[in-house]
């Protein structure tokens, strides 16, 4: 199978390339793509060095996927000409999540939405992804009628740029300001872009990503906040349920999931934390605790690599998915 890695020098393009060789995904041909100022730049995979084309020039290798991580606006230009040429596109990007006729996709909660005939398919947000993986069991079970959430991620989520500035200023060296104010020893309540609402977009995507995969009448709010992490986003998330719990049956369910990691054990001061989470694919869930202020109320500690789970790895799932089904032609191994 020929794949196209649209962003490939990238931070989340260069955690995409080591999924793939991890997971033995099986690609015959690798097309790194980048743009004007990226090209020819060499990216490794599988031992081998492979230069950086322009997106056109992917187009004419005919790949049958492509995985994009290359921003909004290269997504919206070029995904589209990317398909009409027989590609299936997995889109990390935030284009394509809320148009209805795209499906937003977390493997283990709806790939059964995905049909052969879609060829652009969205990444959900990497802090919707995490809080969705912990609550989607159970939300089965117990459903959820409220979410208060608030996230403490880290400058990774921002890129390469970003990850720079904090090293800078730990290290009292100028450089770039990415964020409108230092990051060393802050935090700062403002993801992405402030809207008319007072939320910023990162929060609204909380709010709408959940409505479109989990359930359209579960209400949501956020507070999203860029902390002095290098990687692993943290979420501090308040759930009320319409029927009543047990703790212990709430504990059961998270630890049945294959895509979950409970570490809840305060007595032994084990809980989630991003130092765990890193390199990692699961959702790490700990301080499991009853909210005693509301009832059938629940508070959750949520920890994941925001690079892996929460976009690169879900992309080949969901391109692992696509060939099972055999949307795709190409076979995993064993």
């Given at each position: 199978?020929?794949v196209a890695?649209?962003g ?6 260069q955690?995409?390339?080591g999924?793939?060789?991890?997971r033995r995904f099986p690609?015959?041909?690798?097309i790194?793509v980048a743009?004007?100022?990226s090209?020819?730049?060499k ?6 060095a492979?230069?950086?084309?322009l997106p056109?020039t992917?187009?004419?290798r005919?790949?049958q996927l492509?995985?994009?991580s290359?921003?909004?606006s290269?997504?919206?230009?070029w995904a589209?000409r990317?398909a009409?040429?027989g590609a299936t596109?997995?889109?990390?990007s935030?284009?394509?999540r809320?148009e209805?006729d795209?499906p937003?996709?977390i493997p ?11 060829k652009?398919?969205?990444n ?5 992804m995490?809080m969705l ?11 959820i009628n409220?979410?208060?959430v608030?996230t403490?991620q880290s400058?990774?989520g921002?890129?390469?740029a970003?990850?720079?500035?904090l ?5 009292n060296?100028?450089g ?7 990051i060393?020893?802050?935090?700062l309540p403002?993801c992405?872009v402030?809207?008319?609402?007072g939320y910023t977009?990162?929060e609204m995507k909380?709010a ?6 989990l359930d359209?009448?579960?209400r949501v709010?956020?507070?999203a906040v ?13 759930v009320e349920?319409?029927?009543p ?5 709430v ?6 999931s294959?895509a979950?990691k409970v ?8 809980y989630?934390?991003p ?6 694919d699961?959702?790490?869930v700990?301080r499991?605790r009853r909210?005693e202020?509301?009832?059938?109320a629940?508070?959750?500690?949520v920890?994941s690599?925001?690079?892996r789970?929460g ?18 032609k190409?076979t995993?191994?064993a």
């Amino acid at each position: 199978m020929k794949v196209a890695v649209v962003g490939a020098t990238g931070m989340v393009g260069q955690v995409m390339l080591g999924i793939l060789e991890q997971r033995r995904f099986p690609v015959t041909e690798l097309i790194p793509v980048a743009s004007e100022r990226s090209l020819g730049k060499k990216v490794t995979f599988k031992g081998a060095a492979y230069p950086c084309v322009l997106p056109q020039t992917a187009i004419d290798r005919a790949p049958q996927l492509a995985l994009f991580s290359a921003g909004g606006s290269t997504s919206l230009e070029w995904a589209p000409r990317f398909a009409a040429a027989g590609a299936t596109v997995i889109d990390n990007s935030s284009a394509w999540r809320m148009e209805p006729d795209i499906p937003l996709v977390i493997p283990e909660i709806n790939a059964g939405v995905l049909r052969m005939a879609d060829k652009i398919i969205a990444n959900p947000n990497c802090s919707t992804m995490q809080m969705l993986i912990a609550l989607a069991p159970l939300h089965k079970v117990y459903a959820i009628n409220r979410i208060i959430v608030s996230t403490y991620q880290s400058v990774s989520g921002t890129g390469v740029a970003a990850v720079q500035q904090l090293e800078n200023e730990e290290k009292n060296t100028p450089g770039e300001m990415v964020y409108p104010y230092p990051i060393h020893r802050n935090c700062l309540p403002h993801c992405d872009v402030f809207l008319d609402n007072g939320y910023t977009r990162e929060e609204m995507k909380l709010a709408n990503e959940t409505r479109k995969i989990l359930d359209p009448a579960i209400r949501v709010t956020a507070t999203a906040v860029r902390v002095p992490v290098v990687g692993g986003h943290s979420e501090a998330v308040n759930v009320e349920f319409n029927n009543p719990y047990e703790l212990s049956d709430v504990r059961r369910l998270l630890s049945e999931s294959d895509a979950i990691k409970v570490v809840d054990n305060t007595d032994v001061n084990q809980y989630p934390m991003p130092v765990y989470a890193a390199g990692k694919d699961e959702v790490f869930v700990g301080r499991i605790r009853r909210d005693e202020t509301r009832a059938n109320a629940l508070n959750l500690w949520v920890v994941s690599d925001n690079l892996r789970k929460g976009a690169a790895t879900n992309a080949v799932q969901i391109a692992e998915y696509l060939i099972k089904e055999n949307f795709l032609k190409g076979t995993i191994p064993a």
